[in-house]
Every structure is written in C-alpha cells, then in structure tokens.
C-alpha cells in the first residue's frame, strides 16, 4: 500500500498542504471544522508522521540515549533493570520520542556519546551507575549534551541519590526484630549510590545499636553466596545479612541454606522482584516500583530537554515483609 503522506490528504480534502500541516500538528491557521476533517481523514487512511522529517525540520533527533556498560546477557539476568528499561520505554514513547540503547564494553562510552553528539543521533541521555570520579558527566557538559543521572538529583558538587528512606524501612525493620549484628552486602563500592548506602546503612546501624560489617560483591548471586559464605565460616555472630539487590539475596539464601542457617539468619533485599516471590524462603524486600522510576526518569529527561528541568518526585518505596524476616 502506497504510504499516505500530507500531500495525499491534501489532494482528497481539496486543501492546501500547509492547512493539512496546521490541522495534524496542531498548530492555528485553520478553522476547528477543518480539522476535524483532515484529522478523520488521517485516522481513515492511517496515516502516520514522518518522524525522521519532522525532527529534522525542529532540528531535534526525537532520541535519546542510554549506554550500559554490560552485557545484555548480565542485564537480562537483573529483572530491576529489566523493568527500568521497559518504564523508560514507556515513558518517551508517550512523547514521540525513542529510545537508543546500546551495551558497549566497559570504557568505550565516551567514544559512543561524542559520535552521538557529532551526528546529532540523540538530544540527551540517561547516565547509569555513576562511579567515584565518573568522567561521563564533565565529558556531556562539554559537548553541550544534556543528561540525567537515573534516580540521582543534582546538587552543587555532584549527583545524591536520597536513599534515607529506604535505609531507614531496612534497619528499622531489623531492629524492630531484635538484630544487633548485620552484614551488608553492597555493590561494588567504585559506584557512588554504594557509597552513599554504605554512609546511611551505617548511620542508621550507629542510631539503633546494631554492630554492621560491610563487605562487596559484584551484584550476581554467585559473588554474594561466596562473600556471605566465607563471612558464615569465620563465626557465628552473623544475625541479618542485607543484599544490595535480588539476585545477590538469592545468593546469600543459598549460602545460609549450605551452612544450615537460612531459617535462624534475617535477609533482606534493597531490590524486590520475582525471584524474592518465589524464592525459599521468600525474600524480604523493598518494592521500589523499577518500571514507574524509569517513566519518572523519562519524564525528568524530557522536561529537561525542554527547557524546565523537573525535581524527581520522593521515593516512594515500601517493604515487603516475607519468610526471611525471621527474628533474632
């Protein structure tokens, strides 16, 4: 079938191509019965923007970007991210505007963003785990390119991440259970929102008397269960573990289960998902709503490249409390 174009239109409404441009974009210049006549039309035939032309003509790429550096192998193993990327999805293609995703090895993003920039692919981008002296964000001021740091709110030396909250429904929770010693698991520690949680795990254990040790692992099960195992090994002093997201609380269960402990031994998880549902036991684990933060992030980004930048609404995290909630 022949593609309906404005031209189209124009020619079986006996109209002009401007006022068949004025009515689709909805800009004035044509009475409201007019409209509505070409948009029926439009809707009729099927009739669909020629995306490409109409960025050009507003030179705008109606892209953005976002670089992982990680296989889409590791990405698909993280349902957290999973569901980020489907609500980031979601989020531009309510505005008309795509979405660029790419996995590139880990240092070649900066080649990627100034290749971008050069051949105006994208009107900005999504930053991911911002790492401790991340070039990334000097390299995009300079190119003029504006960015969002996912979940992060600019502050006047860097990027926050605002994770009280969520800190404090974790020890709390433990707390209120009668733990008083705690090992936490994190991320890797290069990673800024890991060290921003370490500080607030920590000073969250510092105000309810819980003595915390603190060890990294690299976000798989695999790298959990061996930490948690060796840390089982060394004494028997440890109460609750708390695993930086889901698959690492999947591991830490395995290795509790090895040393026969997974029911005398509290997890929790900063990450929820199905596999915390289903796990045996099930996991304890903050629900932090993965697929509407990427809609949010979308919303950030585009109100940015708009010209207004939006504050990032509060976290609104909650804790679901499951069989690993076991107490002290």
């Given at each position: 079938?022949?593609?309906?174009?404005?031209?189209?239109?124009?020619?079986?409404?006996?109209?002009?191509?401007?006022?068949?441009?004025?009515?689709?974009?909805?800009?004035?210049?044509?009475?409201?019965?007019?409209?509505?006549?070409?948009?029926?039309?439009?809707?009729?035939?099927?009739?669909?923007?020629?995306?490409?032309?109409?960025?050009?003509?507003?030179?705008?790429?109606?892209?953005?970007?976002?670089?992982?550096?990680?296989?889409?192998?590791?990405?698909?193993?993280?349902?957290?991210?999973?569901?980020?990327?489907?609500?980031?999805?979601?989020?531009?293609?309510?505005?008309?505007?795509?979405?660029?995703?790419?996995?590139?090895?880990?240092?070649?993003?900066?080649?990627?963003?100034?290749?971008?920039?050069?051949?105006?692919?994208?009107?900005?981008?999504?930053?991911?785990?911002?790492?401790?002296?991340?070039?990334?964000?000097?390299?995009?001021?300079?190119?003029?390119?504006?960015?969002?740091?996912?979940?992060?709110?600019?502050?006047?030396?860097?990027?926050?991440?605002?994770?009280?909250?969520?800190?404090?429904?974790?020890?709390?929770?433990?707390?209120?259970?009668?733990?008083?010693?705690?090992?936490?698991?994190?991320?890797?520690?290069?990673?800024?929102?890991?060290?921003?949680?370490?500080?607030?795990?920590?000073?969250?254990?510092?105000?309810?008397?819980?003595?915390?040790?603190?060890?990294?692992?690299?976000?798989?099960?695999?790298?959990?269960?061996?930490?948690?195992?060796?840390?089982?090994?060394?004494?028997?002093?440890?109460?609750?573990?708390?695993?930086?997201?889901?698959?690492?609380?999947?591991?830490?269960?395995?290795?509790?289960?090895?040393?026969?402990?997974?029911?005398?031994v509290a997890v929790v998880s900063w990450d929820d998902s199905v596999l915390c549902e289903t796990s045996f036991p099930s996991i304890t684990a903050l629900q932090r709503q993965p697929y509407e933060t990427g809609r949010e992030s979308a919303r950030l980004l585009l109100s940015g490249l708009s010209g207004s930048w939006r504050e990032p609404e509060p976290s609104s995290a909650r804790l679901v409390i499951r069989e690993t909630s076991v107490p002290a």
């Amino acid at each position: 079938m022949p593609r309906v174009t404005i031209e189209v239109l124009a020619e079986r409404l006996g109209l002009s191509t401007a006022s068949v441009s004025y009515a689709l974009n909805g800009l004035p210049g044509v009475s409201a019965t007019t409209r509505t006549r070409v948009l029926e039309l439009a809707d009729e035939l099927g009739w669909r923007p020629n995306v490409g032309a109409r960025a050009l003509s507003r030179a705008r790429a109606d892209a953005v970007g976002l670089l992982l550096p990680r296989g889409a192998e590791d990405v698909g193993a993280e349902p957290y991210y999973m569901a980020l990327l489907a609500g980031i999805e979601s989020g531009l293609a309510e505005a008309g505007t795509a979405l660029m995703l790419r996995f590139v090895p880990d240092g070649a993003d900066l080649a990627v963003y100034r290749e971008w920039h050069a051949e105006h692919r994208v009107d900005g981008v999504f930053l991911t785990d911002l790492r401790i002296g991340d070039p990334r964000p000097a390299l995009l001021d300079r190119l003029g390119l504006p960015y969002l740091v996912h979940s992060g709110h600019r502050i006047a030396d860097g990027w926050r991440f605002g994770q009280e909250l969520e800190t404090s429904l974790l020890i709390d929770h433990l707390a209120g259970l009668g733990h008083r010693t705690l090992l936490h698991v994190a991320g890797p520690q290069t990673l800024v929102h890991e060290q921003e949680r370490i500080q607030e795990v920590r000073r969250a254990c510092v105000a309810a008397g819980i003595a915390l040790t603190t060890v990294e692992a690299d976000y798989t099960h695999e790298g959990a269960a061996e930490v948690v195992r060796a840390a089982v090994q060394r004494g028997p002093d440890v109460s609750a573990v708390l695993c930086g997201n889901d698959p690492m609380a999947i591991g830490c269960v395995r290795a509790l289960r090895e040393a026969g402990r997974e029911h005398r031994v509290a997890v929790v998880s900063w990450d929820d998902s199905v596999l915390c549902e289903t796990s045996f036991p099930s996991i304890t684990a903050l629900q932090r709503q993965p697929y509407e933060t990427g809609r949010e992030s979308a919303r950030l980004l585009l109100s940015g490249l708009s010209g207004s930048w939006r504050e990032p609404e509060p976290s609104s995290a909650r804790l679901v409390i499951r069989e690993t909630s076991v107490p002290a």
